[in-house]
């Protein structure tokens, strides 16, 4: 950390949002609430709003490995989170960048479609996150169908997360709002097994940049100098809130309030 700069500094690779819920801006008031700093790198443009994505442009993977490498030779980065990445030369890209870091706490959203349903990402990119990116995170975070597509298609959740866990990442958080119940229910998988299952009442909405928030304060956490099971905690905690206040901003999904924590500051005169 330099002298008299006491702010960790999170390193994060994703795609652009127009509409301001998920991707890189999520990312940033999710980091910004754990006390962090984003130094971000877009890996791609999209077109989107609350409802569906349009279009995606990946971003040139050298100018991508560019930007990261002056960023982590400058500055005191102490976690990398990784959100959308939509074809393999970016994947490569960010896997050099990884090799030289070995010892960095890596958050990786395993993003394959958007809220409204449009594939993300062609089938060589997934072996390519899959096979070059999942042995070298910490953490990773799928929903249930996200965990299955990378698993193979095993459909059990438990299943899932100890099939993930065998292509490399240290642990497997597994959320669960694509299930029904009174409750989602996250798992925490690590060394074949899951640790713990995290109770969270459901809420009523469908919401646009959830599983940025996650992983994102995930990251922010470690950063931070919290445990893996201690970020995880502290984030779902976060992001349950965050969604509980969230609001809506056009005809689609809500936003979350990621900012929740303001609400309780007065600013009139």
């Known amino acids: 950390m330099l002298e008299g700069f006491d702010t960790p500094v999170c390193l994060v690779f994703a795609g652009h949002d127009p509409s301001g819920g998920a991707g890189i801006q999520a990312d940033i008031e999710a980091l910004a609430s754990m006390n962090c700093h984003a130094a971000t790198v877009v890996t791609c443009l999209t077109v989107q709003d609350t409802r569906n994505v349009y279009s995606v442009q990946a971003t040139c993977a050298s100018s991508l490995a560019e930007q990261a490498k002056v960023i982590l030779a400058d500055m005191p980065v102490q976690a990398i989170k990784i959100g959308l990445v939509t074809n393999v030369e970016v ?9 030289e870091y070995p010892d960095m706490p890596v958050v990786l959203d395993p993003v394959i479609s958007a809220g409204g349903g449009r594939q993300m ?6 072996d390519a996150v899959r096979n070059l990116l999942f042995p070298l ?41 694509h299930e029904e119940g009174e409750y989602v229910v996250n798992r925490l998988f690590c060394n074949n097994r899951c640790l713990e299952r995290f109770l969270w009442p459901r809420l009523p909405h469908e919401y646009h940049g959830s599983g940025c928030t996650l ?14 099971h201690s970020a995880v905690r502290k984030a779902q905690q976060y992001t349950w809130e965050s969604l509980k206040q969230a609001y809506p901003t056009g005809e689609g999904q809500r936003q979350p309030q990621r900012f929740y924590w303001v609400h309780a500051m007065h600013w009139s005169d």
């Open 137 to 177: 995170v910490t953490i990773l975070t799928p929903n249930l169908p996200e965990a299955c597509a990378y698993g193979g298609m095993v459909s059990a959740p438990d299943a899932c997360g100890i099939t993930l866990l065998k292509y490399g990442c240290e642990f497997v958080l597994l959320s669960g709002g």
């Open 121 to 126: 990402q062609d089938m060589a990119t997934r």
């Open 91 to 99: 994947v490569r890209a960010i896997h050099t960048i990884l090799v």
């Open 215 to 228: 992983s994102a304060s995930i990251a922010g956490l470690l950063a931070c100098g919290c445990g893996p």
